[in-house]
């Protein structure tokens, strides 16, 4: 049998001296005089084909706002809570629950894949209710996973796996990683219709009309509050009405809830849609995060769940889900978690929590009105009603790419070239400010 050949790739890295002697250059007295240079013009690296891949649409926007040096420049792109002096946020409840875990002197070890015990009892009351059916009969498979991205990425490899061939349908638009998310994991995803841009409202009809003319059994990926980018959401009303079309069809719904007590203020309220969905017996999937509502931004803390019919069918979904976790990322981290386990199995810390979360979305609430009256002021003529009609973090301002350029050049106000504003990001002394340079744009860019 003949020799394997030589990696291309790792012979340039042999040592200049190698050949049938291998003693070293000082042992044969010979004298090296190959500049070490030399070595990079062995050839091109086995990966130059690889192309650069396209800058990150939301985070390259704090990247040019960090470069900007003009005073008045605002970043609007990225969905991240700021104070009124637009700085970042650690909720009082997580500075708490830290001083009480430090002083509890917990260890460091590994977590099972499965993630902390406490969170995940704790994830699952808080999203479908203490007195669940679907949790006190044991149907409900939870993994603790890496925030909402994480979550989504082991829903999104469990729908590859078990669901082949299935397609994701995600409503259009959506948040711009979930085409990411399933694309990489070998799911295949086409698009709903959600927006209607000449009401900036919801298009139930389209909406309607395409889960019943998707394939039976589809996945559709629905925000269980604060849609983003447009932070418009369905009502009660046609949350049934869109659980009525999906029962008919057997399709799955997969909720990405990511900002829950977060979108309006209360938990409950935000949970509303899932807990519909579960309450009629719909069998779903659920990715769950902790960034917004809890601040643990860098913590990265969430879950997936599926929420089933039967506790066998659930008990057989955890285990794979927790081989999916653990060919993944092995486990999850335990820091952040125990910040969320704490803080919600503490009574008075959980109560806390609840005035903290009105406190943020009051906040977004105050600023989101203050832009409607400036926006109103600077051009009575135009309907800005869908500023206030829109809920959670982000408001879809309807301005076009060109427009957006406009913002940004003229105006340094940062944001994503689909239009979406963080009204996070917006502090009341800025928002005259910027209604102006909305108003600029809409008028002086077609």
Known sequence: MSALAPSHFLAARAPVWASSDRRSPKARG????????????????????????????????????????????????????????????????????????????????????????????ATTELLLGKESLAVKEGRVATVQSLSGTGSLRVGAAFIAKFLPGTAVYLPSPTWGNHKNIFADSGVEWKEYKYYNPATIGLDLEGMLADINAAPSGSVFILHGCAHNPTGVDPTMEQWHQIADAIQAKGHVPFFDVAYQGFASGNLEEDAASVRLFADRGIEFFCAQSY???????????????????????????????????????????????????????????????????????????????MLYDDLTKVNPDKDWSFVTRQIGMFSFTGLNPAQVENMTNKHAIYMTKDGRISLAGLSQAKCEYLASAIDDSFKSVE
Request: contains cysteine.
């Open 291 to 369: 960034s917004k509502n809890l601040g643990l931004y860098a913590e990265r803390v969430g879950a997936i769940n599926a929420v089933l019919n039967d506790a066998a069918s659930a008990k057989t979904t955890l285990s794979q889900m927790n081989r999916i976790a653990r060919a993944m990322y092995s486990n999850p981290p335990v820091h952040g978690a125990r910040i969320a386990a704490t803080v919600i199995g503490d009574p008075t810390l959980f109560a806390r929590w609840n005035e903290e979360m009105g406190e943020m979305a009051g906040r977004i609430k105050t600023v989101r009105k």
């Open 30 to 121: 010979a004298v090296n005089t190959t500049p070490r240079a030399a070595a990079s013009a062995a050839g091109p690296s086995f990966l130059s084909a690889v192309e650069q891949a396209p800058p990150d649409p939301i985070l390259g926007v704090s990247v040019a706002f960090r470069e900007c040096t003009d005073p008045n420049k605002l970043n609007l792109g990225v969905g991240a809570y700021r104070t009124e002096e637009l700085k970042p946020y650690v909720l009082e409840v997580v500075r708490t629950a830290e001083k009480m875990m430090l002083e509890a002197e917990y260890d460091k070890e590994y977590l099972p894949m499965q993630g902390l015990a406490e969170f995940n009892v």
